[in-house]
């Protein structure tokens, strides 16, 4: 089930304990926090839509094909008005004055939300654009891949910032010593303390990365 908010502190917290890492003073928050941007700067794309409405503003498409590519991620549409400079502004109608593409993106479809990248238009305008035309368009909705995060993106995130912290977990649990005897006991720590869960981690945000990575047209 998709998250409806960023992974946070607690639950960085949770996944260390379970693996067996303690967390004395790791910095978990900056973990956590730097694996939410690093995840998000990969892949091109804000996974979480903005809690409210935006607008962007977008020149009139001049193409064939009539299509303007928003350069971004739009998950839900509230409104798009055409307001040229000196003339009246004019709201325009979904599936009527313009369609959203790419189709069927909604949950509802297949149970997987999807973004909207972009819009065609019915109508047409034919270039040079004239001034008044310049920024014209006006899109408003919640910008972002989607109102809530897929679960491989959330858990993607997080585990970043659990290879992050683990490499100071496995620095301050041997010291850098492989073999310590005391009182006659002996403990041995691989050479490597966590490598297992920090490659099995970052196989797992390689993969999601690989999956929705933002590709242009």
Not at 95 to 106: A, H, K, Q, V
Not at 189 to 202: K, L, T, Y
Request: glycine letters at 10%.
């Amino acid at each position: 089930m998709a998250k409806t908010s960023y992974p946070a502190k607690a639950d960085l917290d949770a996944l260390l304990t379970s693996a067996g890492i303690a967390l004395g003073t790791l910095d978990t928050q900056s973990a956590v926090d730097a694996g939410v941007r690093a995840f998000e700067q990969e892949v091109g794309r804000r996974m979480l839509a903005a809690a409210s409405d935006g607008t962007a503003y977008f020149d009139p498409p001049v193409n064939a094909e009539r299509f303007l590519w928003f350069g971004q991620d739009l998950a839900t549409l509230t409104s798009v008005v055409y307001r040229p400079q000196g003339g009246s502004a004019e709201t325009l109608a979904q599936n009527t004055d313009f369609f959203l593409e790419p189709y069927n993106t909604g949950a509802a479809v297949d149970g997987i939300a999807r973004p909207y990248l972009g819009m065609r238009f019915v109508r047409r305008w034919t270039a040079p654009l004239h001034a008044g035309q310049r920024r014209a368009i006006e899109v408003t909705g919640r910008w972002g891949y989607s109102t809530s995060v897929p679960e491989d993106a959330w858990w993607a995130m997080l585990v970043y910032g659990a290879a992050l912290v683990a490499e100071a977990a496995a620095a301050k649990l041997s010291g850098g010593v492989v073999r310590a005897e005391s009182g006659g006991a002996s403990t041995l720590w691989s050479d490597r303390p966590f490598a297992w869960h920090r490659q099995e981690w970052q196989r797992d945000y390689e993969a999601a990365v690989a999956r929705y990575r933002r590709v242009g047209l």
